[in-house]
């Protein structure tokens, strides 16, 4: 794999804090984890950390090769944000780093008091949804436009579910544009793909946008070669 992050692509954060700070609670479970390493890869089961000692370099890896440094973590700051149930990122060690496991609890208190939490949180679930939209792109570009669109709405009705929105309903704010544009293809062909997904009982309009009615036939067309 390419080097993706070095040490002399990042300077000590701007805000004065340290790559070692004061002494760690004796309580917090801890992980080291030397230069180079990965404090987590895209596919890991999901962990949040909070950076105690250190610097991580935070960056992903698209579907066509592409990289994307986003960010890079210092003492304090939490990684490993997001809705799915596996990493969709990778974080590595600048230096030799050390880092503690972070609950949900403490993570919800913390995202309740942090604002910059919360725009990294609302930030890293819009990198998933793009990752998960560039996945399903990528893997089903041979398949009937009617696969594609299906995988692309269990997509979102994946990411709907996470945030606590109805799992079912498509709002009507994601336009036809918007999914044919995700999906690069034209909007006739989007069209018919949804006719076919209607008229398989898999989904029906209504007057809050497009309703998934029957997921498991959704599932099937998604699969189909």
């Keep these: 794999m390419a080097i993706v992050c070095r040490s002399d692509n990042f300077e ?3 805000d004065g804090r340290n790559f070692i700070p004061g002494v760690i609670d004796a309580d917090v479970v801890l992980k080291k984890i030397k230069t180079g390493e990965m404090v987590f890869q895209a596919g890991d089961e999901r962990r949040l950390y909070r950076v105690e000692r250190g610097a991580v370099c935070h960056y992903m890896l ?4 592409r990289h994307d440094v986003f960010e890079f973590a210092f003492p304090g700051d939490i990684v490993g944000l997001g809705h799915l149930r596996e990493h969709a990122s990778t974080a590595q060690a600048m230096v030799d780093t050390v880092v503690s496991l972070v609950s ?3 993570f919800g208190h913390a995202l309740e008091s942090d604002d910059r939490l919360s725009f990294r949180h609302a930030a890293a679930v ?3 949804f793009d990752y998960l939209r560039e996945k399903t792109v990528a893997a089903s ?3 009937p436009a009617a696969a594609r669109v299906a995988s692309f709405l269990l997509a979102l009705s994946y990411m709907s579910a996470r945030e606590g929105r109805a799992p079912d309903l498509i709002s009507d704010d994601i336009t036809a544009g918007f999914v044919a544009e995700k999906l ?13 997904l209607k008229k398989e009982g898999a989904v029906r309009e209504t007057a809050a946008g497009l309703r998934i009615v029957d997921p498991l036939t959704l599932q099937k067309m998604a699969d189909a070669a």
């Design 126 to 128: 819009e990198r998933e």
């Design 184 to 196: 690069d293809m034209s909007i006739e062909k989007l069209s018919d793909a949804l006719l076919r």
């Design 12 to 14: 000590q954060p701007s």
């Design 62 to 65: 698209w579907a066509d090769g």
């Design 104 to 106: 949900d609890e403490e």
């Design 141 to 143: 570009r041979q398949l």
